[in-house]
């Protein structure tokens, strides 16, 4: 992650350490720490009026819940901080993998182009066969982009007409036998009336199981106005927040769109169409905090071997009867890369976070020179 979310991430450390590591707690430490994760916050563009009231959560049940049996007062005030942190960045929900129509919708600038490709890819890996309509027909090379996201991952797409209406409804007949439909529809600077009205008709005409928001999180706090606006106007169903991966806004959109009560479905982490990650507020939270995220390392590593358990099965016989060769550990290398930078992999694991982005382009410079 870049550095103004690891400022973020290493202030609510901060207060963590405060706790675990003071001899007692007490009243003042109580205090010291409320203060401290409410400047964190706030620096994380959380709204100041929800800091406030996750703060008089944190101190009050702090200072009167007793501990669980078997609980000592330090770890039971530190669960009652992850616990409050964890609330406030709201509850995701996940894609159902099942035959449907997916429209995406937000206004300009936010990936949501890109994002329909990392979502059909999602999808892809589920074994689902996926195709996109490219329904942006306003702006100049709409299709354009879409079609080359879609060659790269090697899925259909259909566009090129003048109407949206038209194309989507020609898309639909087109892609009938399609597991999952995924229509790209057009973005405004702001949810002018026009573009209401359009989003409207192809919703009347797609008939979509999900209308998914497409929020860049760098808005911060504006990322729960777009969400609100968004959901009046058609009822969206959930919300990708795009560019988690490098900005301190992160936690300031996620609190802003938890507070519609819109559910957050997924977070784009990076450029990559793999860089697409379902949302759990505790998973979240816990690397934020350098705990790691074992669960989702296993599921990238299995994602990755995918197909290969087999040589995986061999290549551990090699090691243990001692005929591991060079070429091996190159296919294991290849392996290790599919799961992504390694700087990604390294803050799924706990105090991951602390290795410098130095360390981790001398690992992989190191990797590539041995490949």
């Not at 100041?48 to 049940?61: A, D, F, G, P, W």
């Not at 003048?162 to 405004?188: H, M, N, P, Q, W």
């Amino acid at each position: 992650m870049l550095a103004m979310l690891k400022s973020f991430g290493e202030s609510l450390r901060s207060a963590f350490r405060k706790i675990a590591n003071a001899p007692f707690i007490d009243r003042d430490l109580i205090k010291e720490v409320t203060r401290d994760i409410q400047r964190a916050l706030i620096s994380g563009d959380v709204n100041v009026k929800l800091v406030l009231e996750v703060s008089k959560q944190i101190e009050k049940r702090s200072l009167e819940e007793k501990p669980l049996p078997g609980m000592s007062n330090r770890e039971h005030v530190l669960k009652i901080l992850h616990e409050e942190l964890a609330r406030i960045l709201g509850t995701g929900r996940e894609l159902a993998v099942k035959k449907q129509t997916i429209m995406m919708v937000g206004l300009y600038g936010q990936g949501k182009t890109t994002t329909c490709g990392k979502l059909a890819k999602y999808f892809q890996k589920k074994g689902m066969k996926v195709a996109l309509i490219a329904a942006d027909v306003h702006r100049p090379a709409a299709y354009n982009q879409l079609k080359q996201i879609a060659e790269g991952i090697n899925v259909p797409v259909y566009g090129g007409g003048k109407k949206a209406e038209k194309v989507v409804d020609e898309g639909l007949k087109k892609f009938s036998k399609y597991d999952i439909i995924i229509i790209d529809t057009a973005g405004r600077h702001a949810l002018e009336d026009d573009l209401i009205k359009e989003m409207k008709k192809l919703a009347k005409i797609s008939r979509p199981a999900e209308k998914i928001l497409v929020v860049d999180a760098s808005v911060g706090q504006q990322a729960g106005t777009q969400a609100k606006a968004f959901n009046d106007a058609i009822g969206i169903t959930g919300v990708i927040l795009t560019k988690m991966d490098g900005t301190a806004k992160g936690g300031g959109a996620l609190s802003a769109v938890a507070e519609t009560g819109a559910p957050i479905l997924c977070i784009g982490t990076g450029e990559r169409m793999d860089d697409l990650e379902k949302f759990d507020a505790t998973r979240f939270l816990s690397r934020l905090l350098g705990m790691g995220d074992l669960q989702t390392l296993i599921e990238k590593a299995e994602e990755a071997a995918k197909g290969k358990e087999k040589s995986i099965e061999k290549t551990a016989q090699k090691m243990l009867s001692g005929k591991f060769t060079l070429l091996d550990m190159y296919e294991q290398m290849e392996l290790l890369t599919k799961m992504g930078p390694f700087q990604k992999i390294a803050d799924l694991l706990p105090f991951g976070g602390r290795l410098k982005d130095e360390d981790c382009l001398l690992y992989t410079s190191d990797a590539a020179h041995e490949g």
